[in-house]
């Protein structure tokens, strides 16, 4: 038996799957968890037809956003007996920069108030309220996609048709980097340019390529995905693991240069649980102090560096005392990601008075963008006007026409669609589908459906401070369909 074979086998029998005694599990949480999401509609209710204190009931609120997080981390655990997974990763990031400011609030640690002081007690406490439901329903949808699902025992695949998909596998993430490495270089390049001189602010300063001239950007983007299937077929293979790693390194450390913290450390994080589920399980502690590092260390330090040009950033004394002159490093990242909540903040404010609901407009507008625009200027979708987009033209013009942002939330583009309401409802829905697709990719012995879910993640992460524009696309183009040509692959191989 080869080596590759014995490594196949082997990983058939490492795979993780639920707890076996999860049914017993899920009744009693599910349960509470109805209990919990029905005081908090309770409680809003009251809010919202009740004269109320909203000063006062800031602070309970935050505590039940902490709240709220830590027993849907610690449900999870509970159905799953995993701690590191695409849920918890995803479920910390929309922890992080929706409910930020509240665990900083419940700390004492928020000297200047909620999202310091910018708005009413009145918006500040239906902004926290509405995170509070949106991530208690999401969470509701995740565990009832888990207890609907059934996890019987699993037809193990033969070595053969495993080695078969291996090679499949590797064949496309050749085509996706033979596809992806010349764009991939080329605005590499282009971009270190221009932030040798300018720093990070000037790649917004930029002309963005649209139409056709906007396909190495869409190529470029196959270059992480082809990264991935090389780790999840590695199949024992020092070289392919060898290749990926070099790949991925590469990738993070041309972002870290450029200034961008999300897509050098989101594809790292995503490789890193891809490599604890397909190669070898990475220690807790490991995994906690790498996140403790990334959030209290490396996120403050490129932030405080990045707007300087990349050519004054090679000294040691600079990164040093750039990294010290931080008064703490922590709170900062907290406030910062937890900074998100002001797009909910100002949506509430806006809307419907100066724009009106769209009633769910945007996600159909989204669903567009899986077309290509090859000839037209600018995609209609985009041209449309994206959350972002109307939310900076509308409270700071100025920085607008300077190619600046403010990001967006997950939750304000639900209520943005169906008002305060609509928030738990959409975010069910979105718990309850991602949901879904981790149970089609992870709990099984398919290495492509496994990568499928790992690629996505890279993009998902993103979306509790953006928009859904930024994830359809990603979804069906660098996940979907990388995952489509190996099983075209596949299948030729296996009619040969």
Known sequence: ????????????QVFPKPTGDYKGHVVPVLITHVVLLSGLVCFSLFCRMGR??????????????????AWAFWSWWRMTGNWFDPYTLFLLSAVLFSGGQAFLEVAGLNDSGILANRFSSHTALFALLAVTLGLSAMHLGVLLAVSWSTFGERKEPSVEDFDLEI????????????????????????????????????????????????TPQILAQFFVPSTFLFLAANGGSKKYLMMSGAMMFFNSLIFLALGYRYYAIAPLLCYAWLWHRCRRPIPTMVIVSVGLVLVGIVFPTIKSIRNVALAERFSVDFIVNSFFGIDNPLIDAFAEMGGSLITVAYTMDLVPWVRPFDYGMQYLYSILTLVPNVFGPIHPSIAHGTPNAWLIQTVDPFTAMRGGGLGYSFVAEAFLGFGFWGVPVILFVIGFLYTRLIIWGTWSHSLGKIAVVAIFLCFFLFYPRSDSTTIIRPLVWYALLPYLLSRVLERFRRTR
């Open 167 to 214: 090679e499949s596998l590797r064949t496309a993430g050749w085509i996706l980097l033979v596809v992806s490495a010349i764009p991939m270089v080329i605005i590499a390049s282009d971009a270190v340019a221009v932030v040798w001189e300018g720093g990070y602010f000037a790649l917004y300063q930029q002309d963005r390529g649209t139409g056709f001239h906007a």
């Open 1 to 12: 038996m080869t080596e590759k074979q014995i490594f196949s086998l082997a990983s058939i």
């Open 52 to 69: 109320i204190n909203a000063e006062l009931l800031i602070y309970p609120v935050c505590w039940s956003v902490v709240l709220v997080s």
